[in-house]
C-alpha cells in the first residue's frame, strides 16, 4: 500500500507515524508545500512548544473546542492527553506540566519535539517530499492521484490531508471540487485592538481574574486579562475570541467589551463590598484604598474615567459616587475596533466540515481513501495546547486509515 500525507505539521507527522506504525509493509510520503517542516510546532508557545494540557477529564477536554468539541470528545477516547505525554515520554522527550495546565517540554524549547518527530519519521523510513505542493485530487478505481500541476500526478491507494488551516475558503476549493462542504475560514484566537481608548497609558497592567463579555451577545469569558500597547489580550479576551470567531468576524471586529474588574456577578454584593470600605476607611483618600485589590495604575485611570477626584475622601463621595464606582467596576465598557493575532500562533475557525467526514474514522463520505486530520477539518480551541493536542488525536485516527 502506498500512503501520502499532504502537509508536514504536526497533524500530518503524526498520522504519518501511525500509518506506517499500523502498516509497516507500507510506503508513506509526506508532501510539504513549504520548505519548512512543523513550522508551527516551532514557534508555538513563544518557541518552547505548548504540547498539550494537564487535563485528564476527556469531558474538560472537550469543552476547550468551540468548534469540534463533540466529535473530539468519542475520539479522545482512543487517544488523549495522557496518550501524547506517555508517546513522547517514552521517545526520551521528558515533559512538565505548568500551573495553568499548559505541558512543555523540560528543554523548553520547541526543537526538542521536532527532533523527537523527525527521529521517529527517519527511524520508520517515511519519505518526506519538501516544497510539493498538491493542486488537485483525482479518484481512480485503484486509490487516488495528487496533481502536482496540470500534467504531474503521483498515484496513492489512501491519502490523509492535515495541511493546515488556510485564512481563505479558495484556499480550500480543490477539497470543495471533490463534494466536501467547507465553512467559511476566519481568525480565531486574537486580541482585541482599541485605538479610540486611552488604555494605552495602561500597557503592560494584568488583573488576575476579570470577566469580559461582547455587549448585545450571549458571549462571555473570563480569567486573566492583560492591558497591552494596543488594547486588551490575556485568556479572558482570547477565549471571547475563540468562541466568538464567527459573530466577531459579521461585526468586523468592531464592537463594545463589557469588562467586569471583580469577576463577582452581582452588583449588589459589589455595592456591599464599597460600602464597607466607606465604613471602614471613610476618612482615607480614593486613590489610596483599592478595592478588590485592583493594580493601583488601573484603579487611578478607573477614577478618573468617572471623575472622582482621587484626593476625595471616602465618606464624602455620596450616593452617586458609590454607583459610579460600582458600574465602573463591574460594567466597564471599551470600543473595540480591530484585532490582532495572537503572537505567531494563527488559528482559524472554519475549514472542511465534519459533517462531510465520518466521525469514526475521518474518512470523507464523498471519496473513499481520502482521510483528515489536524486544522484543515472545522476544529480548533482556545489557547492552552489544545489545538496540538486535536492534531495528535485526529492523527492517531487518521492514520488507522479507517481499520
Sequence with gaps: MKIGIIGGGAAG??????????????????????????????????????VTNSTTSISELSKAYPRGGKLLKKLFQNFNTVHIREWFESRGVELYAQEDQRVFPVSDDSQTIIDCLINEVDKLGITIKM????????TTEEGLNLFLDDVNFMFFNKVIVASGGSPKKSGLQWLEDLGHEIKDPVPSLFTFNMPKEKTKSLMGVAVENATTRVQGEKLTANGPLLITHWGMSGPAVLVLSSFGARTLAEKNYQFNLQVNWTNEQNQEIVKSTIETVISEHGQKQLQNIRPYGLPSRLWLFLLEKVELPLEQKWDEIGKKGVHKIVEVLSNDIYSVNGKTTFKEEFVTCGGVSLDSINAKTLESKFIPGLFFAGEVLDIDAITGGYNFQAAWTTGFVAGRLGS
Design 13 to 50: 507527522f503524526f498520522a504519518a507515524i501511525q500509518v506506517k506504525e499500523n502498516y509497516p509493509e507500507s510506503t508513506v510520503i509526506i508532501l510539504e508545500k513549504s520548505n519548512k517542516l512543523l513550522a508551527k510546532v516551532k514557534i508555538s508557545g513563544g518557541g518552547r512548544c505548548n
Design 131 to 138: 516544497e510539493t505542493t498538491v493542486k488537485k485530487i483525482e
